[in-house]
């Protein structure tokens, strides 16, 4: 395989820019053209790319965002779209393609391989939502960014002696939530993959935490478990606890990556790389246990990844 392209796609995660730079450095210095794709898999569809060299990626190791840009794109899910997009692979030489991006990047991978073209997905999500890898891209700096505005909000919360309901990103996916919990000692964490009884799980441990002498709290809302403002006021209505929200938003998906984030973006970027040089197969890679390796996409797609219950159970023992 002599070109390949690389595309970041759905939701953007800090790290995707190491992962830019090592697919780039590994092509090259393996005998490789790489074209680098703007906005996803629209601007594949569109032939919006840009012919990659070793200085192209100087400087962005540090980057939050991804240089190549990321977009969400409906026309591509269509099979028209896809070959239109296989097509235009074809027309600019481009033989593998290397998808950076969640769950919905990699199913459209996956129908792009159906239409001939050889793709390797990395995972880079904030949400580590993907089940075939512990830890995905972006995650790791995330949850650090997470703790550090919580930290600030719970300075402020402690001088007035109220509680802060604080939401965090994960739709469907708790693990922002659990380990950024578990970091800053937040005293109720709900997440999407555990069901809670408001007054049995909020309220009550909220009154025996005063009972023992405790002024201040953090509940960590994940923002697929309800409204932070609505669950703010009925705390308020039933312990009397004066309670604001926080709603941290998009400040989550940028900043600096972390040196785990750099890490892994830059072994995974050079493992996916090396798969398109030498074994020239279709795959997401991932890290289990540490190590770096690969399932075919069909079955990296099944995959289930179950929260830690044992660790959401830890979580709320200690934080009383
Ligand atoms: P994040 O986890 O950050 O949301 P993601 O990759 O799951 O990332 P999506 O918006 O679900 O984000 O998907 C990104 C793009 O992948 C979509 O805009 C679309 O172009 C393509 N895509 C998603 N699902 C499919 C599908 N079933 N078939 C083909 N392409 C798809």
């Given at each position: 395989m002599r070109t390949i392209g690389v595309l970041t796609s759905g939701g953007d995660a800090p790290g995707m820019n190491a992962a830019i730079r090592a697919v780039v450095r590994t092509a090259i210095e393996n005998n490789m053209h790489v074209l680098g794709v703007n906005n996803g898999f629209e601007g594949l569809m569109m032939g919006d790319v840009v012919e990659m060299n070793l200085?192209?990626?100087?400087?962005?190791?540090?980057?939050?965002?991804?240089?190549l840009h990321s977009a969400r794109s409906e026309?591509?899910?269509?099979e028209a779209g896809q070959k239109k997009a296989a097509d235009m692979c074809k027309a600019l030489g481009i033989e593998g393609l290397i998808v950076i991006g969640g769950d919905g990047s990699f199913r459209g991978a996956q129908a792009l391989a159906k239409q001939g073209i050889v793709c390797v997905g990395i995972p880079g999500t904030?949400?580590?939502?993907?089940?075939?890898?512990?830890n995905t891209i972006g995650f790791d700096t995330a949850i650090n960014t997470v703790m550090e505005m919580v930290d600030k909000v719970r300075d402020t919360t402690e001088s007035h002696s109220r509680c802060s309901v604080i939401e965090v990103m994960g739709r469907g996916a708790g693990y922002i939530a659990l380990y950024s919990g578990i970091a800053t000692g937040a005293t109720i964490i709900l997440v999407p993959e555990v069901s809670y009884d408001f007054d049995k799980d909020v309220v009550d441990v909220m009154k025996r935490t005063v009972a023992t002498g405790k002024r201040h709290f953090v509940v960590i809302l994940a923002?697929?478990?309800?409204?932070a403002e609505k669950m703010a006021k009925k705390i308020e209505e039933q312990t009397g606890i004066e309670t604001r929200a926080t709603i941290l938003g998009?400040?989550?998906?940028?900043g600096s990556p972390t040196v785990r984030d750099r890490v892994l973006a830059s072994r995974m970027g050079n493992y996916a790389t090396r798969i398109l040089r030498y074994d020239n197969k279709s795959c997401v890679v991932a890290e289990k246990a540490g190590t770096i390796v690969d399932y075919p996409i069909d079955i990296a797609l099944e995959m289930k990844k179950e929260l830690d219950i044992d660790m959401y159970r830890m979580a709320h023992e200690i934080s009383i």
């Open positions: 200085r192209s990626v100087s400087n962005i190791i540090n980057r939050g965002g991804t240089i026309g591509f899910k269509t904030i949400d580590n939502d993907i089940a075939c890898t512990d923002e697929g478990c309800g409204d998009h400040v989550q998906r940028g």
